[in-house]
């Protein structure tokens, strides 16, 4: 099976501007998750995706927001980009099934804020 | 406050030799605890699962334990080699079923030969 693609892999934007950010979970996949890793906050959760409704959000500001369509590839969008947002996003699919919780990482989108 | 502490310095082995790497928590009570290695420049990969009930759990050269009374997981990596320079997270999942993982810091390994 193909693994969780991100596109794109690198972006530059401009302070201000907005991003969206792609996702293809691996096939079979209905749980779509998103987090930013930042090297002083670490890894942290935004928002899950579970067949197109949103489960789960971080408490991050209403500027990140998400969805995920009927096969169950999801977007993240940010819109106002600050400096701070500069991060890796990561997106991450898990099998519904019971007793399967490990997830499975995309490669990230390097997201450059300036 | 929530908290998940992991050694925040490089540990430094040399190979050949047991890794062990420490994940204390507070104020959660998670239902399972995962553990993920990155390399620079990738996403997490998936190694270990823990259930809130087992003690411990064995993959090949890897190891776990959960103590949910000392609210502390181990991980160890016997017969360490170069390869296994990384950095290694822990996470905590509350078994809402919401896939929403509590990562910590993580801890960096480096083997060397």
């Known amino acids: 099976k193909a693994g969780v693609t991100q596109t794109p892999r690198y972006l530059i934007k401009t302070r201000g501007q907005q991003v969206t950010l792609s996702c293809s979970p691996i096939s079979g996949h209905r749980s779509v998750s998103w987090y930013q890793q930042t090297p002083g906050q670490g890894l942290q959760f935004l928002f899950e995706?579970?067949?197109?409704?949103?489960?789960n959000k971080g408490n991050f500001p209403g500027r990140f927001s998400g969805r995920q369509f009927s096969n169950s590839r999801s977007e993240m969008n940010v819109s106002t980009l600050e400096l701070g947002d500069s991060a890796l996003y990561l997106c991450?699919?898990?099998?519904?099934?019971?007793?399967?919780?490990?997830?499975?990482f995309g490669p990230g989108t390097r997201l450059t804020v300036t | 406050s929530q908290k998940i502490e992991q050694n925040s310095e490089a540990l430094n082995i040399q190979e050949g030799k047991t890794a062990t790497l420490t994940c204390n928590y507070t104020n959660y009570s998670p239902a399972y605890l995962q553990w993920y290695r990155q390399d620079p420049g990738r996403g997490p990969v998936f190694l270990l699962l823990i259930r809130e009930n087992e003690k411990e759990k064995r993959k090949e050269r890897l190891k776990v334990t959960f103590d949910t009374t000392l609210k502390q997981s181990l991980f160890h990596i016997t017969a360490s080699q170069p390869a296994d320079s990384a950095t290694y997270l822990c996470a905590l999942d509350e078994g809402t079923g919401r896939r929403a993982l509590t990562f910590g810091s993580g801890t960096r390994l480096q083997v060397q030969p």
């Open positions: 995706y579970f067949s197109e409704t949103q489960r």
């Open positions: 991450a699919s898990s099998s519904s099934g019971s007793g399967s919780y490990e997830q499975y």
